[in-house]
Every structure is written in structure tokens, then in C-alpha cells.
């Protein structure tokens, strides 16, 4: 208990600001790199631009793994920054965010396999080109179906994060809120036609709720003394309970 007190959450908090960041930075360059090769609905557009800009393809793929992986980080520090509020919740927060990660990485497959596929092997000559064509922006719309699953994992664990700031009371519970609505926003993806027809509004909420949150712990940090009390609570709440199994065991601690 008194390690746990005396050990200060705003480095911590500044440290997990900073990983955010990167993610942010990561996230948006990946994406620019990717903008407009994919033409929707069009397998043949799609095809030349790829084989046009191979490397800003490849480099936007590798860009978004990297931003994947600093997700991971971000996950691994939330869970020991709200492990005081909720253990349980942080846990299964953290949970939800590493399946969505997982499916976005093992996404990554189809968003590589159109250069595989329209690479000119000679084992796929038995194809016509506009099979290959088709064959490729294929493998593009089940990276994007992927993308959709993952976003629902990430929409639970934005609403358990959500949850968790609105209880901890060492956060602005404003950013709690603003997290829960951008899981609710996440969680439309469970209806694909709607998720399409609000994504310019989800997208946008769900980049400012993580965007607010990304800036308050890089430049406010977490209140200390709350962050304290919490922790010392919790540890307290952990002694107990092993005091009296202990007691119930015949062996008291």
C-alpha cells in the first residue's frame, strides 16, 4: 500500500499522452499515404494505382502496423492507469482493445495481397487480368469487412474506458463522456448500411473524444492525490480480502 502511494501517476499519464500521440501521428500519415488508391467500385482504376504507387502503398501499410502496435502500448497503459478505479473493467477493457488489435494486424493480409496478387507470377498467368483485377479488390473489401469487426471491439472498450474515466476521479468527467458516445459511434458497425451512412459523423467523434483525451493527459496529466486515494482504496480492498480467505483457510495472513 505505501509503494503504491508514494508512486506519482503523471508520469505515467505524460508517458501514455506521448505514446497516444504517436499513434495520432502514425494513424494520420498512414492514412494520407493510402488516400485515393483505392477507387470504390472500380477494380480496374484501383489495380493501376497500386501498381503506380507500390511503395506509398507499402509504406502506408507499414505506417498503419506501426500505429496498430503503439494501440497495443496505449492499451497496456490504460489498464495500469485504471486499474485503481476498476481492476476487473480495466482488464476487460484492455481485453476488448488487444482483439481488435489482433484483427486489425491479421487484416493487414488482405490490404497486402492485391500486390501479391497483381505482381505478374508466373503461377498466376491462368488468370485473365481483369480476374486478377477482381480477385485484388476483393481482398481490398474483406480488409475493409476486418476493419468493421475490429471497430466493435474497439467500440466496448471505448465505452469501459468511458466508464472508467466517469468514475475515477481523477480525470475530467467530460472525457469520459465524450469516449462512451464515440463507443456508441464504434458500435454502429454492428449494422454496416448505417455505420456507412453516419461514418463522416462517427469518424469525427470518435478522432475528438480520443484526440481530447490524448492532449489532457500529454499536457494536464491526472490529479495526483485522487489518483492516490484510489490506488491506496484498492489496496486496501485487496488486503482485506486476502486477510479474510486467509482466515477462512486456517491460515491467516
Not at 189 to 204: D, K, T
Request: include cysteine; aromatic fraction near 14%; hydrophobic fraction near 55%.
Amino acid at each position: 500500500m505505501e509503494r503504491m502511494a508514494e508512486a506519482s501517476p503523471r508520469p505515467r499519464a505524460r508517458i501514455t499522452g506521448v505514446v497516444y500521440l504517436f499513434y495520432f501521428l502514425t494513424a494520420v500519415i498512414g492514412g494520407f499515404f493510402l488516400k485515393g488508391l483505392v477507387v470504390d467500385g472500380d477494380a480496374a482504376a484501383t489495380a493501376n494505382n497500386l501498381l503506380a504507387h507500390q511503395p506509398l502503398f507499402r509504406l502506408g501499410l507499414a505506417t498503419g502496423l506501426i500505429a496498430t502496435v503503439c494501440y497495443v502500448a496505449v492499451t497496456a497503459l490504460f489498464y495500469d492507469l485504471f486499474k485503481p478505479v476498476n481492476r476487473g473493467l480495466s482488464l476487460l477493457a484492455a481485453f476488448f482493445s488487444l482483439v481488435g488489435c489482433a484483427i486489425l494486424a491479421f487484416a493487414s493480409v488482405f490490404q497486402l495481397a492485391p500486390l501479391v496478387i497483381l505482381g505478374g507470377g508466373q503461377y498466376l498467368s491462368v488468370f485473365k487480368v481483369e480476374e486478377l483485377r477482381s480477385l485484388a479488390f476483393l481482398s481490398l473489401e474483406l480488409y475493409g469487412q476486418a476493419v468493421n469487426i475490429c471497430f466493435v471491439f474497439f467500440g466496448v472498450y471505448c465505452l469501459l474506458i468511458g466508464y472508467l474515466i466517469f468514475r475515477s476521479a481523477f480525470l475530467p468527467r467530460i472525457l469520459g463522456v465524450l469516449m462512451a458516445f464515440a463507443g456508441l459511434g464504434w458500435l454502429t458497425f454492428l449494422a454496416p448500411p448505417l455505420a456507412n451512412y453516419l461514418s463522416p459523423y462517427i469518424l469525427v467523434l470518435g478522432f475528438l473524444a480520443e484526440l481530447a483525451l490524448m492532449l489532457w493527459l500529454l499536457v494536464m496529466g491526472v490529479n495526483v492525490q485522487r489518483w492516490k486515494q484510489q490506488a491506496s482504496s484498492m489496496e486496501a480492498t485487496v488486503y482485506l480480502c486476502s486477510g479474510t480467505a486467509g482466515s477462512l483457510s486456517g491460515n491467516p495472513t
